[in-house]
Structures are given as structure tokens and as C-alpha cells.
């Protein structure tokens, strides 16, 4: 009994994980301080574990409840809070959203819709989502976007092997279209504040969109091919007559429709227009909670236990992940150990800068890092001359092109609650992505931004 129950391949995989951490913080012990190779053992701890599955998702998220503190990393006071960050809640409304759209069918009628405006196979589908999902991020939250088309491509299909790339689609797609315009993602948005904290000039509305639509339209090209070769020949079974809206569906659909205008017309396009001012994460927690009002929404409490709580853990943990690195002034380290890219051809200097943000933002949140790295890079940047503001985006767009850890951006995150889509694969196809990533904006970035 006791040989079968060592042979068993989550046993091995928790006993892989205390390796590899174990491996790391003696490593680290010959550069960093015991401190700071405590904190590297448990993130490569952690991260082996959210890979190899050998527990739940949300059992893994809340180890670092109990590790960090117990290892004097930094307090539970300190870890504590950020398992309840503001953008907990507009998660939290987005989940009742998609349950809703499910409980009603009215993914089933959207998915016609948007499947006859492309050539039904299984690579015409995969790009579809991409796409319909990076246009809309680019003026959206890519975060919402996620939520709202999730359920389309949990149910266009039964086969796992489709369902999981239909997801992978709509994850990277909304990762891809964020980069478009300054306010698509939360690190982008850091970076015209960071500018301006710095006195440097940013972008324009316009010129933004014209210096990253190459990146983005070689991605948009690039992953979704990648994620269509091993289904293309793969049956899509016939779509069935489009059926007209019951009232539930047409109810729904409408709520639905005023999110968009609302998120719309609250997004500030500047200097042109301010926005509303309104905070979406209390937009979607308010119309989640919609939801659940009496002949107006469609939803009983009992279906709130189809939320994926795990993902408010996953999240808790990476900004905890993010806080060690700050408080414990390993991230200041890091910068200085950095300091010999300054030395390099600029094309090299931007490669590795973006290699090592679309890395490292696999293992914390992307804004978390953005918040970590910029006052980094910008060190870098100032000895770049006229090129410090091609520096500083590239280090800000790489922060949102991390595909292969549910950890590494909401989006991810989001299809990840599916459970349909396992950490493993998310991983194999999402290096891939990363690295595609990392060439176009760095070939962009040389060969469009600096001249």
C-alpha cells in the first residue's frame, strides 16, 4: 500500500515541486541574501505545483498564506489583503454575468452569430475568437471581454481538444487587442502615469495606436495559426438553424448591450474625452449582482456556487508574490543585477528586456510587475538618449504578452475557471506565444519606434 501511494503521480508531483524549490533556494544561497532565497525556493514551489496539478488551483493559491509568514518572508498582515484587492469584485460580477449567459443559452444564439461571419473549421472558429476578442479588448477590459465570450467558447463544441484551444483563443486574443491602445490594459495606463510622474512626454492617443497595431496584427496572424495545428483536422459539427430570441435571452441580451455602452462611454479617450469617472470594477460587481433581482435577473443564490472561487485565491497570490518581491527589496536587486543590458546594441538591450518581462510576469500579475519593473527600466532608460521612451513601452506591452501560466494575466486567469483548460497546456502552447510575442515587439520596437 505505502509503494502504490508513493508511485502516485500527485504524490509525485508534490514531492517534484519541494525539489525544485529546494533546488532553487540553494541556487540562489550562492548570489542572494537567505532572505531573498527563501522567497525564490517558494515561487518556484508554487509555480511547479500551479504545472503539474498535483493539487487544486485554489489550494496552491492559498499557500502563500501560510508560507510566507511562516518562513519570514513578510506578516500575514501583509499578506492578507491582497486576497481581497478591488479587482476581486469586478471578477466576482463578470462570473455571475458568464453564469447567467450560460443558465439562459444566450451563448448559444451569440456563437451562431458569430461563427457565419467566418468559414466553419475549426482554424476559421480559433480566429474568430481571437479576433472579435482583441478588437473589443482594445477599447475595453480585456478582463471583461474575457468573462462575456467564455461561454461561447465553452459550448460551441464538446470535443476537449477544441474546447480548450476555443478558450486559449479568446484568452491570448484579449492579451493581444490590449496592447492596441493606451487604455486596453492596466499596464499600459501605468505607463502614461509613470511618464507623467517622470516628466516625460507620452504618447498620443493616435500615435500609440499607430506604433503597436504591427505588433498586434502579427499576433493576431501568428497565434492563432499556432493554436489551430494540431485540430485543424478536427470535426466541427454542423451549426444548427439560428433560432429566434426567447424573452429571457432578449432580457439579458439588452442588460447586456447597456454594460457595453456604459463601459464604453465610461472609458476616457485623452485629452479628447474624460470618460464617466465611474469605477468598472463596480460596474460589473453591481450588474452581477443584477443578476439576482426578482423578474429582472436570472439568477437564484444557489447558482453562486458555480463561481470559481479558486481564481480570487489564484490572484491573492500573485499579488502576495508581487508584495514579497517589493518589501523584501529583491526586485531592487534584481535591477541591479540588470544593469549590464544598458552596455548592449540597443536591439539586444530591447529583446532581453522584453524577454525578461513576459517572463517574469508568468510568476505575478502583469500590472503588479509593470508597477515593479518601470521605475527599473527607467533607470536603463534614461542612459538611452532619444530611445528612453522606446525602452520603457517595450517593457510595459511585454508585461501584457504572457501566455503560459493562468497567474500571469486576467484573461489567462479567466479561462482557467472554466476548467476546462489544464496549467500544462496553457504552458506548452503559451511559451510558444511568449516567444512570439517578444520577437515582433522587439523587431517594432527597433525597426519602427527608434527612427
Known amino acids: ?83 481581497a484587492r478591488p479587482i476581486i469584485f469586478l ?26 461571419m467566418f468559414p466553419p473549421t475549426p482554424r476559421g472558429i480559433i480566429y474568430a475568437l481571437a479576433v472579435t476578442s482583441a478588437l473589443l479588448s482594445a477599447i475595453l477590459s480585456n478582463t471583461t471581454i474575457t468573462l462575456m465570450l467564455m461561454p461561447i467558447g465553452l459550448h460551441l463544441t464538446d470535443n476537449p481538444k477544441l474546447k480548450v484551444r476555443f478558450l486559449l483563443a479568446i484568452a491570448y486574443g484579449a492579451s493581444i487587442g490590449g496592447i492596441i491602445t493606451p487604455v486596453g490594459t492596466p499596464p499600459n495606463m501605468f505607463l502614461l502615469g509613470f511618464l507623467e510622474s517622470v516628466n516625460l512626454p507620452a504618447p498620443t492617443f493616435g500615435e500609440w495606436v499607430l506604433k503597436v497595431a504591427p505588433v498586434a496584427l502579427l499576433m493576431l496572424l501568428t497565434v492563432p495559426w499556432m493554436l489551430s495545428l494540431v485540430v485543424k483536422a478536427e470535426k466541427i459539427p454542423p451549426l444548427d438553424a439560428e433560432r429566434p430570441l426567447d424573452p429571457a ?127 527599473v527600466f527607467y533607470e536603463f532608460a534614461r542612459g538611452a538618449g532619444n530611445n528612453a521612451m522606446v525602452v520603457m513601452m517595450t517593457a510595459a506591452i511585454a508585461a501584457s504578452y504572457a501566455f503560459m501560466l493562468p497567474i500571469a494575466t486576467p484573461p489567462n486567469a479567466i479561462v482557467m475557471s472554466s476548467r476546462a483548460v489544464k496549467v500544462k497546456e496553457m504552458a506548452r502552447i503559451g511559451f510558444w506565444a511568449n516567444m512570439a510575442g517578444v520577437i515582433f515587439l522587439t523587431l517594432a520596437a527597433y525597426l519602427g519606434w527608434t527612427r
Open 1 to 83: 500500500m505505502l509503494t502504490s501511494l508513493l508511485n502516485a503521480p500527485k504524490v509525485k508531483g508534490i514531492a517534484l515541486a519541494v525539489f525544485i524549490g529546494v533546488l532553487f533556494y540553494g541556487a540562489a544561497l550562492l548570489g542572494l541574501s537567505p532572505l531573498h532565497a527563501r522567497l525564490v525556493g517558494v515561487v518556484a514551489f508554487l509555480v511547479t505545483l500551479w504545472t503539474n496539478g498535483a493539487l487544486p488551483l485554489g489550494v496552491v493559491s492559498l499557500l502563500p498564506v501560510i508560507l510566507f509568514p511562516a518562513l519570514g518572508i513578510i506578516d500575514l498582515k501583509t499578506v492578507s489583503p491582497n486576497y
Open 249 to 375: 435571452q432578449r432580457r439579458l441580451l439588452y442588460i447586456l448591450a447597456s454594460l457595453v455602452f456604459l463601459l464604453f462611454i465610461n472609458t476616457p479617450l485623452k485629452p479628447y474625452y474624460p470618460g464617466l469617472g465611474l469605477n468598472e470594477k463596480l460596474i460589473l460587481l453591481g450588474y452581477g449582482l443584477l443578476m439576482f433581482v426578482p423578474r429582472l435577473g436570472f439568477l437564484d443564490w444557489h447558482d453562486a456556487r458555480e463561481v470559481p472561487y479558486e481564481i480570487v485565491f489564484l490572484f491573492g497570490a500573485g499579488f502576495t508574490i508581487a508584495a514579497a518581491f517589493e518589501k523584501t527589496g529583491l526586485a531592487a536587486q534584481i535591477a541591479h543585477q540588470l544593469d549590464f543590458i544598458t552596455h548592449l546594441p540597443l536591439i539586444a538591450m530591447l529583446f532581453l528586456i522584453a524577454l525578461f518581462v513576459s517572463f517574469s510576469t508568468e510568476v505575478m500579475s502583469n500590472t503588479a510587475l509593470t508597477s515593479i519593473a518601470l521605475p
Open 91 to 116: 471578477f466576482l460580477g463578470g462570473f455571475m454575468l458568464a453564469i447567467a449567459i450560460a443558465k439562459t443559452h444566450l451563448h448559444t444564439y451569440l456563437s451562431r452569430r458569430l461563427l457565419r
